[in-house]
């Protein structure tokens, strides 16, 4: 998983409930993201971040944000949980930008909101 | 609206029964096109990229192929580990490189 780990693996949660997921990376790569993944929805991005303290949105970032303090964390928060918002959660990590960057991903979150 | 779209979205293959899939898509000024292989329970797992029309790679029993329009992942005399989905992506057009448009993925069964 390229050096990728998220945590935890599994959570169930209770509606309006905060929640936090954790990416941790070892490559020290500047750019990372959080994607969710739905049946009949493909993966579709959240927020990413281009470096320490610089977040993007991302085509479904409502009712999410994101912080990193240092380049190998990026915490993904809910603020509070809707059953809408389970889901698997991905994060990736890219070295640049461009299209000769692949993005690597990691293991996943699934995420259930009763 | 930028859109990738992939299809069959499920294909069941004899070990040794060649096929392909398709990812077509609707971006114009294609910047490139991403190929992933997703097992089940884990993060998918980047297998190529495509930079321009006529473009070909090959890594084992997969090639892609790229045209104006759309991408074909041909698999030849697959086993039953190239089992998985199968998902493209696409940079959307004008907008960030990085900021991907997936497309739904092919199931992708093959028996023994």
């Known amino acids: 998983d390229a050096g990728i780990t998220q945590s935890p693996r599994h959570k169930v949660t209770e509606t309006g409930t905060p929640v936090t997921l954790r990416c941790h990376q070892t490559e020290n790569h500047r750019y990372m993201y959080w994607y969710r993944q739905d049946p009949g929805h493909g993966l579709r991005l959240i927020h990413y971040?281009?470096?320490?303290?610089?977040?993007d949105k991302g085509e479904v970032s409502d009712g999410y944000s994101v912080s990193r303090s240092k380049t190998e964390d990026f915490l993904l928060t809910l603020e509070s949980a809707t059953s809408s918002q389970t889901s698997v959660y991905f994060c990736?990590?890219?070295?640049?930008?461009?299209?000769?960057?692949?993005?690597?991903f990691g293991p996943g979150t699934r995420l259930t909101v009763t | 609206e930028d859109q990738v779209t992939q299809s069959p979205e499920a294909l069941r293959l004899q070990e040794g029964e060649s096929s392909s899939l398709n990812c077509s898509y609707t971006v114009s000024g294609l910047r490139g096109l991403f190929w992933y292989r997703q097992d089940p329970g884990k993060g998918p797992e980047f297998l190529f990229t495509?930079?321009?029309a006529g473009e070909e790679k090959e890594k084992e029993r997969l090639k892609a192929t790229l045209t104006k329009k759309e991408s074909f992942l041909h698999i030849t005399a697959p086993k039953p580990e190239d089992s998985a989905t199968y998902l493209c992506?696409?940079?959307?057009?004008?907008?960030?490189?990085?900021?991907?448009?997936f497309g739904t993925g092919t199931l992708l069964a093959v028996q023994p």
């Open positions: 990736a990590i890219s070295a640049g930008t461009s299209v000769g960057y692949e993005q690597y």
């Open positions: 992506a696409v940079p959307p057009r004008g907008g960030a490189t990085n900021k991907l448009i």
């Open positions: 971040s281009y470096g320490v303290k610089d977040t």
């Open positions: 495509l930079y321009s």
